[in-house]
């Protein structure tokens, strides 16, 4: 019965709405316009993944890219408004804030990406582990995990880049530490979904070992959504080492980062604004790009929109 | 090990398995089963849905543990072994599963599958690569689906890979948990067809186990048959003599049911 | 006996691609026609055209389907929403699923039939208590208060039947109703479908690959390979002497019990 007029009430607006041009007799089908729509995916790909490869060869190469030395003070240029020799002006102590903003970008991009690659890294072994190894091991693996996804996240970053002490390696450790969970739960109930299935039982037969198995034909087959998972996760990490770094937990002195350049510019807001806005814009834009790009990726991987 | 004329190659003994599930009530899934398998021989074993046969089956290949009873292979018990003890279980005893598309790892080539258990068991990838092609063609497919993805064959193209897979090794047991339920008639038909053969060229170095809900189809296939029923075997005969006269009420009841 | 529904010369193509071509046949009132052929043959595409199911993609592209007289694809949204259900029945393969799992049964069959005729909640209750009386569900009332997942699957299926039947549509299209179904519930899903047959006069069109099922009800058998009709005739001469080289290929792969001693 709800098979039978439901189906056609929802059906019918679902073809005028989505599908405008598709009548009974049309001649305009579906796949044109689905092929459209991947290839503006597509062109977002390229257009995003292009934007974060500069970014993070910006930040390979920033010492050769940086026209002055980022540590290099200078206090009779201190707060120098832009100008054609520093195009975005100077700090307090008469630093380059372009060269200072391009070194940060080694901090910033490349600690981001260390720690998400190995936050994935483990949170994907724990949880594959978990997920195929069930009873107890599992159990307890996830409380933990309960526990770090109760923590409100950077007060508990905070509180262990307190007890281990200031610098960006603290607050990678921090932050990796209360981001595993997310992707041992990814990880773990992908595991579960595959577990049973029958080309893993063939695997088994075949003679492969368990090792073997999971990594040569369980992995592959989860990896996906948890790839697009790190990817979405670039910009929020991001921002929380800025974060951290801006209270000071993060990057020291006068290692140049973004976060903690905005935090020294915070007295200067109002005398020697360009100071804060260039680390700001850069934070701002990096993680536009890491974000959208993550969407992109998460689209493109959704093979529901690429094609029908 | 060499006893093979004298003996089953595979006895069940007692089989039993529990499923305790929280807040409800256990459920015997398999409650006591035993029987042979003889050598050459096709056993079929047929029952509805929820009647315990797959888990039967996956019990024998150590998919799932027992808890209780005995699996002997050739009169060696496997009920416990694990780890290279049980890999080496497999080079006699290999399966065919129901949905072949599912049965092939998606990222992988249809050869590669096929050749998994031989370069376990030392053969060289461009060896394992060779006989791949040669089992393919064993099995009626062109030695090129070795190359072919999973999605991009047909079911039956895809179980006939399944089977050239299980072969590959040379097992003397060969176990179908459905493994025509998914297919179409006229392919179901091909696949009996080419299992027939392959049981002609073996002899009695080749038993099967042939799980199925289909007693017509096992009529057809099998030289023995084993009804079961809620976890139980029911009744055990020639498929004929069963379907003739059938002694056990359930059995009864689901010959009258076939239209 | 009067021509109910015709198909003439139909073709119905998904994205342009026809996977149906040239197929016409005719059901007459109180008639069960058998449609059968392998996966993708386009049997169930054959019967969702009728209903307006084919999705964004499908059309029909050439030919006609009469329901009556009247052109079914040429109907506008609503006209044909008016014929779905009280003309046009339909089983599912998986009815179950196609309930709504958080509301109860009755409340959902009472909408549906609320939608096309004006009817109290009380005699809809009786109406529906005594149809599923018909088909064997002593309870009717209980039945009506269950949530879907508190009905095993055969119950959902034999419920998704007397659902489509309570506005005793004058054909009622069934796509595999028995596949997902052990042989036990099959054949008592078949005893309805007859029962109601015989009650109400009801014609039947019958997807299906299982030719014991078309063999058990059928009058008319059309078999369908890769979209084109081979064979179309009597349901006992196409099973026994079937003409067409596919039909006979098809007849020999069925595996059939063979009950005779000897």
């Known amino acids: 019965m709800r098979q039978t007029f439901l189906k056609n009430r929802e059906k019918r607006p679902l073809q005028k709405q989505g599908h405008k041009s598709v009548t009974m007799y049309s001649g305009m089908y579906g796949g044109r316009r689905h092929g459209r729509r991947a290839g503006s995916v597509k062109t977002r790909l390229i257009v995003f993944g292009l934007l974060a490869a500069f970014l993070l060869l910006g930040s390979v190469f920033s010492a050769q890219l940086a026209p002055y030395d980022p540590d290099l003070q200078n206090l009779e240029i201190a707060r120098a408004a832009p100008s054609a020799a520093h195009l975005l002006g100077t700090d307090r102590f008469g630093r380059d804030m372009l060269s200072r903003v391009i070194a940060g970008s080694r901090a910033s991009i490349f600690s981001t990406l260390l720690l998400v690659a190995v936050i994935t890294v483990i949170g994907t072994l724990i949880g594959v582990f978990c997920g195929w190894n069930g009873k107890r091991a599992d159990a307890v693996l996830m409380r933990i995990s309960d526990i770090f996804l109760a923590f409100p996240g950077l007060v508990f970053a905070m509180a262990v880049a307190g007890v281990l002490g200031g610098g960006l390696h603290n607050a990678i450790v921090a932050l990796a530490a209360i981001s595993w969970p997310k992707y041992a739960r990814i990880a773990r109930s992908q595991t579960l979904a595959q577990r049973e299935s029958a080309y893993l039982k063939a695997a088994k037969l075949a003679g492969s070992s368990t090792t073997k198995i999971i990594f040569k034909h369980l992995l592959p087959n989860i990896i996906g959504p948890i790839l697009v998972t790190s990817m979405l996760d670039i910009g929020t990490m991001m921002m929380e080492l800025a974060g951290l770094s801006f209270l000071g937990l993060g990057a020291k002195p006068p290692t140049a980062e973004w976060g903690s350049m905005m935090s020294d510019a915070r007295s200067l807001m109002t005398t020697a604004p360009w100071v804060a806005f260039s680390p700001g814009a850069a934070i701002f834009l990096s993680v536009m790009v890491f974000n959208l790009l993550g969407d992109t990726i998460r689209d493109y991987a959704d093979p529901r929109s690429r094609d029908f | ?259 | 006996m009067t021509d109910l529904l015709k198909y003439e010369q139909a073709e119905i193509s998904y994205r342009g691609r026809p996977a149906v071509r040239d197929v016409s046949f005719t059901l007459r009132q109180g008639e069960i026609l058998g449609i059968v052929g392998e996966s993708g043959s386009g049997k169930s595409t054959l019967i969702r055209a009728a209903m307006g199911l084919l999705g964004p993609s499908g059309a029909v592209t050439g030919g006609d389907i009469l329901y009556k007289g009247k052109s079914l694809p040429a109907l506008s949204p609503e006209e044909l929403r008016r014929i779905n259900g009280p003309e046009l029945g339909m089983i599912f393969q998986n009815a179950g699923a196609s309930f709504c799992p958080i509301r109860k049964v009755g409340a959902q069959l009472y909408e549906s039939v609320a939608a096309h005729e004006k009817v109290s909640r009380h005699d809809f209750t009786e109406q529906a208590v005594d149809l599923l009386q018909k088909i064997g569900f002593t309870d009717g009332r209980r039945i009506l208060n269950s949530y879907p997942f508190e009905l095993s699957g055969g119950m959902q299926q034999r419920v998704g039947i007397a659902a489509a039947m309570l506005l005793k549509p004058s054909v009622l299209l069934a796509d595999e109703p028995t596949s997902a179904l052990d042989v036990f519930v099959q054949k008592q899903v078949v005893e309805e479908m007859l029962l109601l047959h015989r009650t109400f006069g009801t014609s039947i069109i019958l997807v299906t690959h299982n030719i014991g099922l078309v063999g058990a009800m059928a009058d008319n058998v059309l078999v369908l390979k890769d979209g084109h009709a081979v064979e179309y005739g009597r349901t006992q001469q196409v099973l026994q002497s079937p003409e067409n080289a596919y039909t006979k290929q098809l007849m020999a792969a069925v595996p059939r019990l063979k009950r005779a001693t000897g």
């Open chain 2, 1 to 259: 090990m060499q006893d093979n004329n004298k003996g089953p190659v595979l006895e069940v003994r007692d089989l039993t398995k529990i499923y305790k599930r929280r807040g409800q009530d256990t459920v015997t899934a398999v409650d006591g089963v035993s029987f042979s398998l003889h050598p050459g021989e096709c056993l079929g074993i047929i029952g509805e849905s929820g009647s315990g046969k797959t888990t039967l089956v996956n019990m024998i290949a150590r998919l799932t543990d027992p808890d209780r009873g005995q699996i002997l292979l050739k009169g060696r018990e496997i009920t416990r072994l694990r780890g290279r003890d049980l890999r080496s279980v497999y080079a006699e005893m290999q399966m065919v599963f129901q949905q072949p598309a599912d049965s092939f790892d998606p990222r992988r080539t249809l050869g590669d599958g096929i050749g998994e258990s031989l370069r376990n068991n030392g053969w060289s990838a461009a060896a394992a690569r060779e006989e791949s092609g040669k089992l393919l063609e064993q099995c009626g497919l062109p030695a090129g689906f070795a190359e072919r993805w999973p999605h991009e064959v047909s079911g039956g193209q895809c179980q006939r890979a399944a089977i050239a897979r299980a072969l590959a090794i040379r097992p003397s047991i060969l176990l179908c948990d459905e493994a025509t339920s998914a297919l179409d008639v006229t392919i179901q038909q091909e696949i009996l067809d080419l299992l027939g053969t392959l049981r002609r060229q073996m002899g009695a170095g080749f038993s099967i186990l042939f799980i199925c809900h289909d007693i017509a189809l096992v009529q057809q296939f099998c030289d023995r048959v084993l009804v079961m029923y809620q976890g139980k075997i029911v009744e055990e005969g020639i498929p004929d003599a069963v379907i003739r006269k059938p002694s056990h009420p359930y059995t009864r009841r689901l010959i009258d049911s076939i239209l």
